[in-house]
């Protein structure tokens, strides 16, 4: 997520000249108090070069790490985390959910302690991969060499290897975090990276990529369920979580049998179909049965609040904004909060990444400079739609599969999967149904729900219960 931040006119291009940089690293000391105990820990800002495809160092990944004092650090837990995209830093985890502080949640322009930050029970090592927070291609490289699904988990898995060895953790319980498109990439390491053993994987957000012509509509319908339930355009009998899981069952069972009809059902049981849909999600059946029983999410997002001139979010189907035309549904998610209203009258022109660009987090650039003591003159990119733009699509692949093929691998792994039932973008029930045939035995998932939207930490009581809920997944580990 974005909002607060200001936007740059850098671009992508955006490099480093080699010759003038050496790897920073600085440690600074602090203390804070975590889930009641008070305690000592260092943060360690560090830069790591990576190489290309040729051997040579192409870019600087920064990592920002804290570490508990006091303890032994050989056995002690250290998690890994980034989020997604592509081109997001790891600003939201780092700074609204896990640290040790966070942004101020009164006004955002500001840190204080985190006291629901897990930094109790175990360590923390964030990644900003290639193009976003201070991490930077160099000069005479290919910056689009890095934005691929295969260079990206690349950069990131060198990055975990080096950062264990230069701090003596390989023998440390190993996590592995990933958040939306960060989901892709942890996949992705477990797929080409077999080497690297994880002890646990947490998974927020689940990308993932139902085929065929049913399951694209039946894993979004329960999330448009919830979200007509929110904006009541569906009578409230019962709560959220009943009416997800009945328009959930519903979707498992009388749904995909009359998608699996296809052009078999008639038009009577087709119309029966649509009724029976818009009591669930609140569009109008003549809509449903004008799209052949198949809703897109903008058809959601576009059609729910048409008559109040409104358009829900997809990452928070509580958000709302302005229905205007040309609207394309994601990069102007208002959700988002990266592409302003235009206005009545005004022409509709699409947003691109590449018009959007790079958007620099002021908060977090301050933090580091003042707080950790790291020194970059350079914009903090917290999300960078330049490098999302850029994104080489035509190499990307479904690496989850991978998850079961390292659950096989490792009997001790286990995995940890968060979703929140108002996120449209990745749907709770793609999650679920993309880890149901992804290879992962059940007693070896850890499954949270949220009333809540992508980001599920997102609001005290979210981020308590979530911080809450991975604590004990990693100390369950330990025992």
Request: charge should be negative; glycine fraction near 10%; proline fraction near 6%.
């Amino acid at each position: 997520m974005a909002g607060g931040f200001s936007a740059q006119a850098q671009n992508l291009t955006d490099v480093v000249d080699l010759a003038e940089r050496v790897p920073q690293s600085v440690t600074t000391r602090h203390t804070g108090r975590f889930n009641g105990q008070d305690l000592a820990y260092s943060a360690i800002v560090a830069e790591y070069y990576v190489q290309d495809e040729h051997g040579r160092d192409g870019a600087a990944v920064v990592t920002i790490a804290y570490v508990r004092e006091g303890q032994p650090a050989a056995h002690r837990p250290v998690m890994f985390a980034f989020n997604g995209g592509p081109g997001a830093s790891s600003s939201p985890l780092h700074l609204s959910a896990l640290g040790p502080v966070r942004r101020t949640p009164q006004d955002g322009q500001g840190w204080s302690d985190n006291p629901f930050s897990p930094l109790d029970e175990f360590d923390l090592v964030f990644i900003d991969p290639v193009g976003t927070g201070f991490s930077r291609p160099f000069s005479g490289v290919d910056a689009k060499s890095w934005f691929s699904q295969s260079s990206d988990a690349a950069a990131a898995a060198s990055v975990i290897e080096r950062w264990l060895a230069a701090n003596g953790r390989e023998a440390s319980p190993i996590y592995l975090t990933g958040e939306s498109y960060g989901t892709v990439r942890a996949a992705t390491i477990l797929k080409e990276r077999p080497d690297l053993s994880f002890d646990g994987l947490v998974l927020i957000g689940l990308v993932g990529r139902p085929e065929g012509n049913e399951m694209p509509y039946v894993v979004t319908f329960p999330t448009m369920a919830a979200a007509a339930w929110y904006h009541r355009r569906i009578e409230r009998t019962a709560s959220l979580r009943q009416t997800f899981d009945a328009a959930l069952e519903f979707a498992r069972t009388e749904y995909v049998s009359a998608l699996i009809k296809g052009d078999s059902l008639s038009s009577a049981e087709r119309r029966e179909m649509a009724v029976k849909m818009s009591a669930f999600i609140g569009l109008p059946a003549e809509l449903i049965e004008a799209r052949n029983l198949r809703l897109s999410k903008n058809d959601l997002m576009f059609n729910l609040l048409k008559t109040d001139g409104l358009r829900t979010g997809s990452l928070d189907v509580r958000v709302t904004g302005p229905l205007e035309p040309g609207q394309l549904g994601g990069i102007d998610d208002p959700a988002l909060g990266v592409v302003p209203s235009r206005g009545a009258g005004t022409p509709a022109t699409p947003p691109t990444p590449q018009s959007v660009g790079p958007i620099a987090n002021p908060v977090l650039k301050k933090y580091l400079n003042e707080e950790l003591k790291f020194q970059s003159a350079e914009p903090y990119y917290g999300l960078n739609l330049a490098v999302n733009g850029a994104w080489d699509n035509s190499r990307s692949f479904d690496a989850n599969s991978a998850i079961g093929d390292a659950l096989a691998r490792n009997s001790a792994m286990r995995v940890f999967w968060a979703a929140g039932l108002y996120d449209l973008s990745t749907p709770v029930y793609l999650g679920r149904y993309t880890l149901d045939h992804a290879g992962v035995p059940t007693d070896r998932l850890t499954a949270v729900y949220f009333e809540g939207p992508h980001g599920v930490y997102e609001g005290e009581e979210n981020l308590e219960a979530f911080n809450r809920a991975l604590r004990e997944f990693v100390h369950a580990g330990r025992r």
